[in-house]
C-alpha cells in the first residue's frame, strides 16, 4: 500500500483528469470510446481465435501475431475500467495500490507490444531473404523461446517502477494529467526528492525508443536485401511482406514516443494535446493492428469470412 511518509501515515488518493473543457458531455464521448474497445477486442479475440483454430496458420508469422494480439488486449483491460470510470460515471478517484497496479500493467504491456514489433521486424528478414528456408529457420520452440524471453525482459524492465513510486512522499498535488496512471504523471506530483524516478523511468522509455531504433536499422538491411532482388515483381512482393507490420510499427511508436519526449522535455504543454495522444496511444494500436493484419493478410482474411459464413449457415 501506498502511503504519505510521515508519522501519520494514510492512504493516498489521485485524480484521474477527463477531457478538459468537455467535462459535460463525458457520457457522449464515452460512446465512441466503448464502441472503439469493443472492436479492439473483438478484432484482437478473433484473430487469436482463428490463428489457434486454424492449422493452416500455425506459422512462425501468425504465432508472432498472436503474441502482438495478446499485448494489444492486455494494453487496453488495463486502461479500460478507470476510463469507463470517468466518462460514464465521472468517476475520478482512484487509489493509490490502483493506480500504482494500472501503470504497472500499462507499460509492462507496452515494453511487451515494442519487443513483439521488434522481433517481427527481424522476422521479415529471413522471410524476404531465404523465403523457402523461413520456416525451418523461425521454427515454433524457437519463436516461443524468443517471444518468452522477451516479454520476461519488459517485466523485468519495468518491475521497479512501483517500488520506486512507493518511496516517494506525496504532500497536497495528487491531480494527474491522464484517465489512467503513467509513471512519470505520478512522479511528478512528489514532494521528495524523485531524480532516481526520474532517470529510472528515462532509461525505461529509452529502452523502448531502442527498439523503434533497432527496428529501423533491420528495415534498413531488408530494404538493402530487396534491391538485390532483380525482378521489379519480387521486389514489390518481398516489400508487401512487411507493409503491415511497417504500419503497426508507426502506429505505435509515432504516439508512444511524441507522449514520453513531451512529458520529459515539454515545459509547456497543452492538456488537450496530451489527453489526445494519451487516446492515440492507447485506443489506436489495439484498433488498428487486428485491421491492418486482416486487410494485409489475404489468409487471415479468407479464414475469417470462412468462419463468419459457416455461422451464418
Known amino acids: 500500500m501506498l502511503v504519505l511518509n510521515n508519522t501519520n ?38 484473430t487469436l481465435f482463428v490463428i ?11 504465432y508472432f501475431l ?12 488495463s486502461s479500460l475500467p478507470s476510463m469507463l470510470r470517468i466518462f460514464l460515471f465521472n468517476a475520478m478517484e482512484i487509489s493509490a495500490d490502483a493506480c500504482i ?4 500493467f500499462i507499460h509492462g504491456f507496452t515494453g511487451m507490444e515494442s519487443s513483439m514489433l521488434l522481433i517481427m521486424s527481424f522476422d521479415c528478414f529471413p522471410a524476404i531473404f531465404n523465403p523457402l528456408r523461413y520456416n525451418s529457420i523461425l521454427t515454433s520452440s524457437r519463436i516461443l523461446h524468443r517471444g518468452l524471453i522477451f516479454d520476461i525482459k519488459s517485466i523485468l ?7 520506486t513510486l512507493n518511496r516517494l512522499r506525496y504532500c497536497n498535488k495528487h491531480l494527474l494529467s491522464h484517465f489512467y496512471c503513467l ?15 526520474f532517470y529510472y523511468g528515462l532509461f ?37 511482406t512487411c507493409v503491415s507490420h511497417i504500419c503497426a510499427v508507426l502506429i505505435f511508436f509515432v504516439p508512444i514516443i511524441t507522449l514520453a519526449t513531451i512529458h520529459h522535455f515539454a515545459k509547456h504543454k497543452s492538456p488537450l494535446a496530451m489527453i ?38
Open 66 to 77: 498472436s503474441m502482438l494480439a495478446l499485448s494489444d488486449l492486455g494494453l487496453s483491460l
Open 101 to 104: 497496479a494500472q501503470e504497472f
Open 157 to 163: 524492465l519495468v518491475l521497479p517502477l512501483p517500488f
Open 204 to 240: 525505461v522509455s529509452l529502452c523502448m525508443m531502442s527498439d523503434s531504433v533497432f527496428i529501423a536499422v533491420s528495415y534498413v538491411f531488408n530494404l538493402k536485401t530487396v534491391l538485390g532482388i532483380a525482378s521489379h515483381g519480387e521486389q514489390v512482393k518481398a516489400l508487401n
Open 9 to 46: 501515515a494514510q492512504l493516498l488518493t489521485f485524480f484521474l483528469t477527463g477531457i478538459p473543457g468537455f467535462e459535460s458531455v463525458h457520457i457522449w464521448i464515452s460512446i465512441p470510446i466503448c464502441f472503439m474497445y469493443l472492436l479492439a477486442t473483438l478484432g484482437n479475440c478473433t
Open 183 to 197: 509513471h512519470q504523471d505520478v512522479m511528478k506530483l512528489a514532494c521528495s526528492d524523485n531524480r532516481v524516478n
Open 52 to 62: 489457434r483454430t486454424e492449422s493452416s496458420l500455425h506459422e512462425p508469422m501468425y
Open 276 to 313: 489526445l495522444i494519451a487516446d492515440a496511444f492507447l485506443l489506436v494500436p489495439p484498433l488498428m493492428n487486428p485491421i491492418v493484419y486482416c486487410v494485409k493478410s489475404w489468409q487471415i482474411r479468407v479464414k475469417v469470412l470462412e468462419k463468419l459464413s459457416l455461422k451464418s449457415k
